[in-house]
């Protein structure tokens, strides 16, 4: 193929620019153009021959002009590429209107041998259009002919890319760092669109939200949307977030989302912003569930910490049986109470039940409990909510009024308030209680002194006679004192025999003859008798009595031995207390005496309380029941009073029993109706007991419990205890006594 000049008119056209008068220095000349271009041009014929390149073909190949016009234009292209060129030429002849195709990417070879990348263009010049060979070429006529009836070429545009591949491979490797970064980081991205459509996720997103690609390659936006609502606690909430937000598009957000299985994801959002401008939204998702579970943890611990430590707080003031406050918060109340403005009033109660032991010991500890847990409730109703009622331990109550107008109201109302009587295991009580009242005043300013003057009080209102209440009064310090020195008096009068011992007869109601004496404890102190009731309770208290009780024994055997032994159906009744039968040596101390005073144990009476059988020992019974196998009888005194009934007598180790004088004293015209008595007397028969009458003061008394077949009779109207001196005459008297009453005996009387 010759090489030619093209025409430089033809050139300009070929490059798409107007033509212009070669020479114009208005405008550049469509060949200075043509050779200036950056890229390389070249005209190549329907045969693949290079008709036509420009300079800047020479440089990217390194071929001269000379060495390529008349070539095959394949010479320029790498191996793999070189089939291309016939497909294009007849794609764009078939498709005329095509007027250009895309560039398409294709590698060049230089004459060096070394490739490159480039981009080609192609579009089709007509015949008469396109330039002849070498611009500055004369026009070969002869080559135009050869060309024939294809003479159509292709103008081609060479351009080198290699640049752009660089930037490229940058754009690559930062698009792959993106990638990278977005695939490993823990959360959860979604980029949507302006436009609202899902543009992107990473597959944390979709391991989080649980959704498959299957789903997400649907494009179905609504069915992502409600797969994802369907995981939600709140899903308004989520919607409520994303509406605001899109109509907000530059607004950023942080919220939690909380899942129905339980786990928690932060939710940011942010614009997703090209050059300033919003053009869609990022929205991260990060599952925080480990840290709220771990916080949670935390939350519940502390919580659970702050619970216990209330709770160990309030146990530490709280009496555990009756949740009322403890010893320790009645005193922290009282003395600041007591550090509070002069002038206000500060009243302590002090309060005990009255024979609560009893209860215990006869109902047992369950009963007892809830008699306590109930009468700590009534004295809560009793006084006003900020006022502290306290359970200093056993069966002691105090109560804190301050400010209180009116305390003797209040200890009114508590000694009322027990008197409805409360049932317990199907058994119904009464309970009492005692109550000593102590105001601060001039003289008594500190805690310790009020409690102690309640106390006082409090022993003065039991000595009273129980179920009352008593304000503290100086004197009753007096009687404190003279109780001590009672106990130390006690102690002096044992060793030095002051105890002496009187007898009370008692009447067979059949034969009307003293049958039985009962020995009865003095005190002759300083030329009087000090009775019973003010020193035994002392005696128990510190276990003088059993040195009393032995002394009682042993000189009601010596001084009585003589009268038993004249009959032997004559009886000694000798009073035993509790703390007596404690000692586990106590029937053989009662047999070693009345061995050693040579009184047959057959003729001997023991008088215990029903209080004796139920503490938690049986060796009481046991001692008893060894005492009843050497022939020594039981009786169970102030039979009535406690909280036992008939239908326990049978499991007694028990004898006779002693009708208390109380119900004796109910008997005064002798025409009453009590079948109280008359159902103790008989069921007492019932069970093989002989029955005793204590406390008969009147001839109608006798008479009606001789009517009753009460089998003896005790009491002033036979005779007052004498001592032994005296006790001859008192025998005889009681015999005249019983002697004058009316013979109407019923008929069958024992
Ligand atoms: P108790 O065992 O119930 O003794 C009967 C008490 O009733 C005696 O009082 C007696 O004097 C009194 N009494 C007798 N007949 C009548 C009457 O018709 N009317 C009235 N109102 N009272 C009458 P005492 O001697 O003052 O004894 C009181 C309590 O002291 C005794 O009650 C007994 O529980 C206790 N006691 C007396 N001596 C001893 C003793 O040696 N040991 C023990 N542990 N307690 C004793
Ligand atoms: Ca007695
Ligand atoms: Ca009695």
């Not at 909430?237 to 109509?247: G, N, P, R, S």
């Not at 004088?661 to 007991?689: N, W």
């Amino acid at each position: 193929m010759a090489s030619r000049r093209p025409d430089a008119h033809h050139a300009a056209e070929f490059l798409g620019a107007p033509a212009s008068p070669a020479g114009s220095s208005a405008a550049p000349s469509s060949r200075a153009v043509l050779e200036s271009s950056p890229d390389a041009l070249l005209v190549v014929a329907a045969d693949g021959a290079i008709r036509m390149v420009n300079a800047a073909t020479e440089r990217m190949f390194g071929y001269s002009r000379a060495e390529l016009v008349g070539q095959d234009h394949r010479m320029l292209l790498a191996e793999g590429f070189r089939s291309g060129f016939q497909r294009l030429f007849f794609a764009l002849r078939r498709d005329a209107d095509a007027a250009a195709l895309p560039p398409v990417e294709a590698y060049g070879l230089r004459r060096d041998g070394s490739e490159f990348q480039g981009e080609i263009a192609c579009s089709l010049v007509a015949p008469e259009d396109h330039p002849e060979g070498h611009p500055d070429a004369p026009a070969d006529a002869a080559a135009d002919a050869a060309a024939g009836a294809d003479a159509v070429c292709m103008a081609v545009m060479v351009r080198d890319i290699s640049h752009r591949q660089a930037a490229d491979a940058g754009l690559r490797a930062a698009m792959s760092l993106l990638t990278a970064t977005l695939e490993s980081t823990a959360d959860g991205i979604l980029v949507v669109s302006g436009e609202g459509q899902i543009a992107g996720v990473n597959n944390q997103f979709l391991s989080m939200w649980g959704i498959s690609r299957e789903l997400l390659a649907t494009r179905d936006d609504d069915a992502v949307l409600g797969f994802v609502m369907d995981q939600l606690v709140d899903p308004a909430q989520f919607i409520e977030k994303v509406t605001a937000l899109y109509a907000d598009p530059a607004a950023e957000s942080h919220d939690v989302l909380d899942f129905r299985d339980g786990r928690t994801f932060e939710r940011y959002s942010r614009p997703q912003l090209v050059a300033e401008e919003v053009v869609g939204r990022v929205w991260s998702f990060r599952d925080v569930t480990p840290a709220r579970i771990a916080q949670d943890q935390i939350t519940q611990a502390m919580a659970d910490l702050a619970e216990q430590a209330a709770l160990l707080k309030s146990l530490a003031f709280q009496d555990p049986l009756t949740g009322l406050s403890n010893r320790q918060l009645f005193n922290d109340r009282l003395v600041s109470a007591l550090l509070g403005p002069r002038g206000t009033a500060v009243d302590v109660l002090l309060l005990d039940l009255d024979d609560f032991k009893e209860v215990n010991d006869i109902l047992g500890h369950h009963a007892g409990d809830q008699m306590l847990i109930e009468v700590g409730r009534r004295l809560r109703a009793c006084v006003r909510p900020h006022d502290v009622v306290a359970r200093l331990g056993g069966d002691e109550f105090v109560v804190l009024l301050v400010g209180s107008l009116d305390p003797e109201a209040a200890a009114a109302r508590i000694v009322e308030s027990l008197k409805v009587p409360l049932w317990i295991d199907g058994t119904m009580l009464r309970p009492s209680l005692s109550l000593g009242l102590a105001s601060i005043s001039e003289d008594a300013v500190d805690a310790s002194e009020l409690l102690r003057r309640a106390d006082v009080a409090m022993y003065a209102a039991k000595a009273a006679g129980k179920n009352r209440y008593l304000r503290f009064r100086p004197e009753m310090m007096t009687a404190l004192v003279r109780r001590t020195e009672m106990e130390a008096g006690l102690r002096l009068a044992v060793d030095s025999g002051q105890i002496a011992v009187y007898y009370q007869p008692i009447l067979s109601a059949e034969r009307g003859v003293v049958v039985k004496v009962e020995a009865l404890a003095r005190w002759e102190r300083d030329g009087e008798i000090v009775p019973p009731q003010q020193f035994i309770p002392a005696a128990e208290r510190s276990g003088l009595i059993v040195e009393i009780g032995t002394e009682v024994l042993l000189r009601g055997c010596t001084e009585m031995k003589s009268w038993l032994a004249e009959d032997s159906s004559r009886f000694l009744a000798v009073n035993v207390s509790g703390v007596q039968l404690q000692h586990g040596d106590f029937a053989e101390l009662v047999l070693a005496v009345t061995e050693s005073c040579g009184v047959d144990p057959r003729q001997l009476v023991l008088e215990v309380t029903e209080s004796v059988f139920f503490g938690d020992d049986c060796h009481v019974i046991r001692q008893l029941v060894a005492l009843r196998k050497a022939g020594v009888r039981v009786a169970l005194d102030d039979f009535g009073t406690g909280y036992s009934s008939l239908g326990r007598l049978q499991e007694l180790p028990v004898d006779t029993l002693k009708i208390d004088q109380s119900f004796v004293a109910m008997i005064h015209t002798g025409a009453e109706k009590l079948p109280i008595l008359t159902s103790m007397i008989s069921m007492a028969h019932g069970l093989g007991l002989t029955v005793t009458a204590e406390g008969v003061e009147t001839a109608a008394q006798a008479e009606y419990l001789i009517r009753l077949e009460c089998d003896s009779l005790q009491g002033f109207f036979f005779s007052a205890p004498e001592p032994g001196s005296g006790l001859e005459p008192a025998i005889s008297r009681s015999a005249e006594a019983f002697a004058s009453l009316r013979g109407d005996r019923v008929p069958g009387n024992r």
